[in-house]
Nanobody, 121 residues
Framework: QVQLVESGGGLAQAGGSLRLSCAAP????????MGWFRQAPGKEREFVGR????????TYADSVKGRFTISRDNAKNTAYLQMNSLKPEDTAVYYC??????????????WGQGTQVTVSS
């Protein structure tokens, strides 16, 4: 079992920035690729981005490419989602995930509880 704890959500104005964190207390998650998903009210959950176990490569959804950046600090067992140039349509609950060992895509193995991000216009 991998416990993921997100933090850093909140309210931001359009054009502003927020940084989300995803911690895995008590676990060494350097073997896992990490990712972020989001779900807006009344919409399907959607992929935001992911990063390899080493942090050397990342992939993003077209909707956030160039605005969002995923990073990780394996020494702190923490992944980050830096969100810049926020738009009202970025409003959603954001979820941190891990992928099974050896996988960089496909179905995530574990999900965090989610953190709310609200962007006002």
């Amino acid at each position: 079992q991998v416990q993921l704890v997100e933090s850093g959500g909140g309210l931001a104005q359009a054009g502003g920035s927020l940084r989300l964190s995803c911690a895995a207390p008590g676990r060494t998650f350097s073997a896992y690729a990490m990712g972020w998903f989001r779900q807006a009210p009344g919409k399907e959950r959607e992929f935001v981005g992911r990063i390899t176990w080493s942090g050397g490569y990342s992939t993003y959804a077209d909707s956030v490419k160039g605005r969002f950046t995923i990073s990780r600090d394996n020494a702190k067992n923490t992944a980050y989602l830096q969100m810049n140039s926020l738009k009202p349509e970025d409003t959603a609950v954001y979820y941190c995930v891990t992928y099974p060992v050896g996988y960089y895509s496909g179905r995530p193995g574990y999900w965090g509880q989610g953190t709310q991000v609200t962007v006002s216009s």
